[in-house]
């Protein structure tokens, strides 16, 4: 059984393996195909270019070999290169050229627009003096003119000024002279009304104190004839006791009510 399953296996193996070799041969016949294809196209393309040589040899003299430098570049490159770069360099140095210009020349028209604008400013001012000189008087006349009249200005603006002052100080006293009279006023009433309170007081106390008065002169004369009466009944009372009378009367005790 080991030994059939061990043959089994290496069938297996045997037959994958050789189905990789025959397509690993596969693979590298058609790489073949494709890198002969690939040799002929160069060659073709070389041969084409041989061609093409020959005519422009046979057309063009023969030029001799071409020289190498120590870095293993053919001079004529080199010498394209260096040709180049010196070209190169040049215009860099026509560039840098044309802007110094430039640069100069936008120096020169600032320094020539300043130098303009400051003569200008000193022939104007120049003018300017020579002009004030001419017309020294007239101005110091038209300047003593507006002084003048800028102070006849102040001097109304200041009179009309303490003209608003005054009124407003008139206004202002008299809304004090009114307010103070309507106080007064309001006093006076205050006061009036407070003495005619005392006034009907005063009457009403005169006339309760006459009240009473007159109640104490009653209850007085009330008394004095309680009084009198009083004396009287004693007399009679003492006339009888004493028998000075005739007959002696009856006697008769009797009470007066008082009012």
């Excluded at 189905?19 to 002929?40: G, I, L, Y």
């Excluded at 022939?123 to 008087?137: A, N, Q, S």
């Excluded at 009304?193 to 109640?215: H, S, T």
Aim: aromatic fraction near 0%; charged fraction near 55%; hydrophobic fraction near 25%.
């Amino acid at each position: 059984m080991g030994r059939s399953r061990s043959r089994s296996s290496s069938r297996s193996k045997h037959s994958k393996s050789s189905k990789h070799s025959k397509k690993r041969s596969r693979s590298r016949s058609r790489d073949k195909e494709r890198a002969k294809k690939r040799s002929k196209s160069r060659e073709s393309k070389r041969n084409r270019r041989t061609r093409e040589a020959s005519r422009s040899r046979s057309r063009v003299p023969a030029s001799p070999p071409e020289r190498i430098d120590i870095f293993g570049r053919t001079l004529s490159k080199r010498n394209a290169l260096d040709e180049k770069q010196r070209k190169e360099d040049e215009e860099k140095k026509v560039e840098m050229e044309r802007q110094r210009k430039i640069r100069q020349q936008e120096i020169e028209e600032k320094l020539i627009e300043e130098e303009t604008a400051r003569r200008v400013e000193e022939l104007v001012g120049k003018r300017v003096e020579e002009e004030l000189e001419k017309r020294k008087d007239e101005i110091e006349h038209e300047v003593l003119r507006r002084v003048e009249e800028a102070k006849r200005i102040m001097e109304r603006q200041l009179l009309e000024e303490l003209e608003r002052q005054r009124q407003a100080e008139l206004s202002a006293q008299k809304a004090r002279e009114e307010e103070e009279k309507s106080k007064r006023e309001e006093l006076e009433k205050i006061l009036e009304e407070n003495n005619r309170k005392i006034a009907d007081a005063q009457a009403k106390l005169a006339e309760e104190q006459l009240r009473i008065v007159e109640e104490q002169r009653k209850i007085h004369e009330e008394r004095m004839k309680l009084e009198q009466d009083r004396q009287r009944q004693q007399k009679e009372e003492q006339k009888m006791i004493l028998g000075k009378g005739k007959s002696r009367p009856k006697l008769s005790f009797s009470l007066k009510a008082t009012e």
